[in-house]
Structures are given as C-alpha cells and as structure tokens.
C-alpha cells in the first residue's frame, strides 16, 4: 500500500540514521515539531503506519467493531495504523451463531471503517478450537468437517477480495514438548482438517494471502515452534495452498522476547512463505523488547507487517499488564517512540534466496521427499533506465499444480507515477482467470495490467500491489513495467 505521506526527498541513510539516533529519546511531540522546522530535508516519518510503509510493511492493530465511535479510539486508530484485525467480530461464534445463519454486522463495519480510511484488513479467524458458537461445539466427525468447510466458504466468499490475509487455522498445536497437534474437536475430525481448511479458503477467495496463526512459537528451539515448521514445510511440499505464518508474540515474564526470534521469522521465511507479526503486545510495554520485534521483522524480507493487539491499554484482553503503544487516556508510551524509531531507521534487505536455516538441533525437522511445487520465487525487477522516471515490477509466484498466485510490486522510479501499466508474458495454454487492484486487459500470452482508481498515484520510490490468479503456469517476471 502506498505511503500516505511520502518525503519528496529523503538524505543518505547515514545522515537519517544518525538523527533518528539524536531524536530517538526525544518525546513524540518534540520530534513532529522538529520535522516540521526542517521543511527542506526528508523527515523522517511520524507516525506508525507511514513508517512501517516507507520500509514496505503495515503497521496494524486490532480493532473492536463497538469502539469505532470512541473519538479518542478512531483518532489514534485512523492517524496511525494502515492494517486493521477485526479483535473478535470475524470469529465463528460472532459469524455464524446458528447454523447456516451468518451475520456480519460488526465484522463489515470494521471493514467499511478500514476501506474508507485505506487500510486493510487479516481476517481473523476461519477454524479454532475456541470461540466456537454452541452448536459447533456439540458437532462432531462428519457434521463438523462439513459445517467447518461450509464455514470457510461462506466467510471467505462474503469478503472476498476484501482481505489481505486470512488467519484460515488458529492455534492447533499443543504448548510443551510434545509438538502434537491440540487437542479439540477440530483435531478430532481427521489430521487433514488443516489442509482441507486452507485449500477450502483458497478456493473461495484465491486473492488473499493464507496464513496459519499460533502463540508460543516464537522461540526456534521451542518443541511447538519446530512442530508448526514441519507443518509448514510439509504443506509446501505437497503443495498446500499455504501463504503465511502468523506470530501471535504475546510476550511476558512467561513468553519472553527470545534472543533467536529473527532465526524463527527467516527459518520460516525460507520456507516460502511470509511471516507476519499478528497480535503483538508485552507485558509493561517493555520498549527493548518492541524494539527488537521491530528491528527483527525489518531483517526478514518476507516479513511483510507488525500488528499490534489493541491500541490504548485499556483496550488490551491483558490491561493488567498494560502491554500497548498508548496509555489508557490515548498518549504515546515510550514504547511507541521505540517501535517508531525502528521502524524510520530500520532497512529492507534484497528479498532472500538463502538457503533454509536448519532446524534446532535437538529437535530437527524430520527429511521430508523433495518438494513437488517451487518455492515462489521473486523475480529480479524489470530496469528501467538509471535515473529515469517509470517503474519497476517484481513478481512473486506462489505455484501449484496446474495453478497459480502471482503478486506484483510496482515500484515507481525517480518521478510520481500517476498511472501504470505492467505486461507479464504467459506460457501459452496458462490463462489469467482473476484480477484484484488492477484491470487485466486479455488473459493468454502477453497480458497487461493497468492500475484502478485508487492504486495508479504513486510517490517516487514507493510501490504499490496487485495479483492475479490463473492456470497452469504462472510468469517468473514481469515483461514491463510503463509510466502512464
Ligand atoms: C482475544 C480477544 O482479544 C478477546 O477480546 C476475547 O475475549 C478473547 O480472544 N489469540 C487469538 C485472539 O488468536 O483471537 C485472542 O483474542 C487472543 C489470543
């Protein structure tokens, strides 16, 4: 997404560091104040979401459908954050009380909120052991796989094209040594459900990214962490739709920030898939720990944004333990100035072709059989002339037998672009069968893609994204990327 407020000119990336380093300890208010004495250099920016931009990442909370019309909430929420996660509104007990009967009143107000103020929305959460209306919990066997199917299909058709990633499983690995799968009357149904539940979402709504979601996997020498890794890579190996991992990193005394957290994010990473911070908070805000989350998700090229769980700490499932950015009255925490200077002196690595990191010794990820589909693969970026305006185009392909995701990042060059158009060359017998924030214009052999209304302004030097679904093989590149 593009940044809401993009320097026209940024100074070298030492000089920024240098004064970001100066103004790190400085309260919120002193450095808006500085930067805007400072109209002729790059500033760096101020709040959460423009910043996690400038590196090419979201900055995101959660968000409860009943506090919209808190002003003080809707503030904070609309100044700072660019992702939105409905806290609780999208959960199976809150989209389907009874069986068959949807309701999405405040799930589709959280999303309205989101679009007109250009943020985008997880989705969270298709299958869970918990928050499971009355009528689930007393389904079993078949029953339950087909009324989670159906489920799945139904929520993910209802916001198609509208959510940017779904947590499609949540939290079904057991805490401790055991690396079993938890149990519950999901688990139950079969070993399966995971990848039924994934590739049941793929089929509804093939434009969001899928994500497997969990807590307690932060640590890489953690039993659970490595359980969920096998998971991951077993379900690429087999080609299972599976796009994403999410860090819920609720961290405390007891689930402390662990020294290896970045080894976790790029283990994952190296998988082929994104990883995603998704429901962050720590206990007393303890400002070394945000800021290593931060810094670590910038070290990930696949780490694709930070959402933190809750805005003020009263709006925190944890108060007690006030683990958010803003205090009970909506000020900024040093926390937040923490989180903020990482974000602005943070730097985003080339995207990694590196190898897997290996698992933890004692617990090493068992041998599986070579893998059936590739790894996406991020294509090198179309030149364009040094220092000429235009764009540039990366694509990153998620394939699987006889189909395809492919996601583009249209990178605008030294100018604004004001509109664009990419052509990618298919393989003749694949086909463009769907297009989310472009218009595709032919489907077979050379295609191209033009931007909508929203997405074709874009400042010198950011990007924006667009993807499209197809069968049989999808482009490695893009053929070109033009100015319009
Ligand atoms: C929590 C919400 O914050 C609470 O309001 C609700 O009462 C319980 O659920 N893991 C998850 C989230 O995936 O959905 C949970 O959210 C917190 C733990």
Redesign the pocket.
């Known amino acids: 997404m593009k940044t809401a407020s993009a320097p026209d000119r940024r100074p070298p990336r030492s000089w920024r560091n240098r004064r970001t380093a100066v103004l790190a300890g400085a309260a919120g208010t002193l450095v808006a104040g500085l930067v805007l004495t400072m109209p002729n250099t790059a500033s760096a920016a101020t709040t959460l979401g423009a910043s996690a931009a400038e590196q090419g990442r979201y900055f995101g909370t ?1 968000v409860a459908a009943y506090k919209l019309s808190d002003n003080t909430y809707s503030t904070i929420l609309n100044r700072e954050f660019n992702m939105v996660t409905p ?2 509104e999208m ?1 199976w007990d809150a989209t389907e009380p009874s069986q068959g009967q949807f309701s999405y009143g405040s799930a589709d107000q959280i999303v309205n909120h989101a679009q007109s103020h250009g943020m985008r929305v997880r989705g ?2 298709l299958a869970w052991h918990s ?1 499971q209306p009355g009528w689930v919990q007393s389904l079993s066997g078949t029953a339950l796989r087909n009324a989670m199917i159906n489920h799945v299909t139904q929520v993910a058709t209802h916001y198609k094209g509208k959510i940017y990633a779904w947590d499609v499983v ?2 079904a690995f057991a805490d401790g040594s055991s690396g079993a799968r938890r149990d519950s009357n999901l688990q139950r149904t079969g070993n399966d459900w995971i990848e039924v539940a994934f590739r049941t979402a793929r089929a509804a709504d093939p434009g969001a990214k899928l994500c497997y ?1 969990d ?1 307690n996997t932060d640590d890489w020498n953690q039993a659970k962490t490595q359980a969920v890794y096998r998971m991951v890579q077993d379900f690429k190996s087999r080609g299972v739709p599976i796009d994403c991992v999410g860090f ?1 990193s ?1 961290l405390n005394s007891g689930s402390p920030y662990p020294s290896n957290y970045r080894t976790t994010l790029s283990s994952f990473a190296a998988l082929g898939v994104d990883v995603q911070i998704t ?1 962050l908070d720590i206990e007393q805000a303890n400002s070394t720990w945000y800021r290593n989350v931060v810094t670590d998700c910038l070290a990930v090229a696949r780490c694709n944004g930070i959402t933190v ?1 809750g805005i003020r700490d009263s709006d925190s ?1 944890r108060a007690s333990q006030n683990p958010l950015l803003f205090d009970g009255n909506g000020n900024k925490k040093a926390a937040y100035d923490a989180v903020l200077a990482a974000l602005n002196s943070g730097s985003t690595p080339p995207p990694t072709t590196a190898a897997p990191t290996t698992a933890a010794p004692t617990t090493a990820a068992p041998t599986t059989a070579a893998p059936t589909t590739a790894a996406p693969t991020t294509a090198p970026p179309t030149t364009t002339p040094p220092g000429n305006a235009g764009c540039t185009g990366t694509v990153t392909l998620n394939q699987w037998p006889g189909g395809f995701v492919a996601t583009v990042r249209v990178t605008a060059g030294s100018s604004a672009l004001s509109g664009w158009t990419v052509t990618v060359s298919l393989p003749s017998g694949s086909a463009v069968t769907n297009t989310w924030n472009a218009q595709a214009s032919g489907s077979s052999g050379s295609v191209g893609f033009t931007n909508v209304s929203y997405n074709g302004s874009v400042a010198a030097g950011q990007s924006t994204e667009f993807g499209f679904q197809g069968t049989g093989t999808g482009p490695g590149s893009v053929q070109s990327c033009t100015a319009r």
């Open positions: 959660a806290e609780n959960k969270h959460a928050q949540n939290e979601n807590y819920q609720h429901e769980w499932w």
